[in-house]
């Protein structure tokens, strides 16, 4: 195990439902990311957070909504969503936001397998 | 900008035999470069990284990276493949700052 949990490890949900992502590190990092895999395609960086504060949207729709209360958790918010949103959502801490050397590994959790019907 | 480029989507290898898996880069400034594994229904896993010094990387599991500056390169190697060994092969770069971009991803098949 990294030390990075994810629940739930899947979910499958409606276009009009909402729900919630939950991530937790024990690693005493400071930054946090949400990445989303889809098949055949490389990661997307969607959030980052770091020491609470957001420094990324890398351009996601409003319909997902990032919240960040303390370092060690990370929450994605969902709704409304659309079938193309399927994918496997991965959480990633990291020391600090760093330019570079031991401080820039970041630690991934197994992911939401989420399905939007 | 800043991309990796894993050139095969599949390798396929004997068990005991030497793994392979390629990665090219490019980036504006000095590349740090990643690997990390991911088995089915499991997150990415750290394998190693290059950040500076021995162009050379030893990682988990008996893997090790090479940095090749002339050819943009950091190809993951491992001298005998294990079956276990199978898996979805990443490779990553980030350039001064935190953001990573990762390859399309290599999956690895190590047959008995």
């Known amino acids: 195990e990294t030390g990075v949990t994810q629940t739930p490890r899947h979910l499958v949900m409606g276009m009009t439902n909402k729900k919630s992502l939950k991530c937790e590190q024990h690693l005493g990092h400071n930054a946090m990311y949400w990445y989303k895999q889809s098949a055949k395609k490389p990661l997307e960086l969607m959030f980052v957070y770091n020491f609470k504060e957001q420094t990324e949207n890398n351009s996601v729709p409003s319909r997902f909504s990032p919240e960040c209360p303390n370092s060690s958790h990370l929450f994605l918010h969902l709704h409304t969503l659309q079938p193309e949103d399927s994918a496997l959502y991965l959480c990633?801490?990291?020391?600090?936001?760093?330019?570079?050397?031991?401080?820039?590994?970041?630690?991934f959790g197994p992911g939401t397998r989420l399905t939007v019907l | 900008a800043q991309s990796v480029a894993q050139p095969e989507d599949q390798v396929n290898v004997a068990e005991g035999n030497p793994l392979t898996v390629k990665c090219t880069y490019s980036v504006s400034g000095n590349p740090y470069l990643f690997w990390y594994v991911q088995y089915p229904n499991r997150g990415l896993q750290f394998l190693l990284k290059y950040i500076t010094g021995d162009n050379l990387v030893k990682g988990s599991y008996g893997f090790e990276a090479e940095f090749n500056k002339s050819q943009t390169s950091f190809h993951l190697k491992k001298p005998s493949a294990l079956v276990s060994d199978s898996a979805l092969y990443f490779c990553?770069?980030?350039?001064?700052?935190?953001?990573?971009?990762f390859g399309a991803g290599t999956t690895v098949t190590v047959r008995a």
């Open positions: 990553a770069v980030s350039s001064n700052d935190y953001k990573l971009s």
């Open positions: 990633a801490s990291s020391q600090e936001l760093g330019t570079g050397g031991l401080t820039d590994t970041q630690y």
